[in-house]
């Protein structure tokens, strides 16, 4: 997980670094909800203390900050993949969340094929079956 991408820039010196650089966007709404149901969410800085009348109050505005600093993390990394158009060009994907879950296995061919590699067919097997939503892939049981 790289949230300055302005690191990359040293890489670029280097003329034999092939990177490619594959990004998940995810709802804010999604990201939220997964903290929740870990038991991480709003994560919290310790700098930032703010007394609320209310616990209420005070998720709400951990949930809005939290909103906040995803989407403008992502829009910040938008804005320096766009900056630095010819060398970056080439070597960046965006993948939002509901692509991969809506469209899994052509998404991960994609995502192969952009990096130069071969999706392997034990990968294949093993996205088709964990992705069918067939009670047997959910519970790790083999069909035959």
């Given at each position: 997980?790289?949230?300055?991408?302005?690191?990359?820039?040293?890489?670029?010196?280097?003329?034999?670094?092939?990177?490619r650089i594959?990004?998940?966007?995810?709802?804010?709404?999604?990201?939220?909800?997964?903290?929740?149901?870990?038991?991480?969410?709003?994560?919290?800085?310790?700098?930032?203390?703010?007394?609320?009348?209310?616990?209420?109050?005070?998720?709400?505005?951990?949930?809005?900050?939290?909103?906040?600093?995803?989407?403008?993390?992502?829009?910040?990394?938008t804005r320096?993949?766009?900056?630095?158009?010819?060398?970056?060009?080439?070597?960046?994907?965006?993948?939002?969340?509901?692509?991969?879950?809506?469209?899994?296995?052509?998404?991960?061919?994609?995502?192969?094929?952009?990096?130069?590699?071969?999706?392997?067919?034990?990968?294949?097997?093993?996205?088709?079956?964990?992705?069918?939503?067939?009670?047997?892939?959910?519970?790790?049981?083999?069909?035959?």
């Amino acid at each position: 997980r790289l949230l300055d991408l302005s690191h990359i820039l040293k890489i670029s010196n280097i003329k034999s670094a092939d990177i490619r650089i594959v990004h998940l966007l995810r709802n804010p709404v999604a990201t939220m909800m997964s903290r929740y149901w870990i038991n991480k969410s709003f994560v919290w800085r310790n700098d930032m203390f703010i007394e609320f009348l209310d616990e209420l109050k005070m998720i709400r505005v951990k949930m809005s900050w939290e909103a906040y600093e995803y989407c403008r993390d992502a829009l910040k990394v938008t804005r320096f993949i766009n900056g630095n158009g010819e060398w970056l060009k080439h070597r960046y994907m965006t993948i939002t969340h509901r692509q991969l879950s809506l469209h899994p296995l052509e998404v991960s061919r994609e995502i192969y094929k952009f990096i130069n590699e071969i999706l392997p067919e034990n990968v294949l097997e093993v996205l088709s079956q964990i992705t069918s939503g067939s009670q047997h892939a959910i519970s790790g049981e083999n069909k035959g």
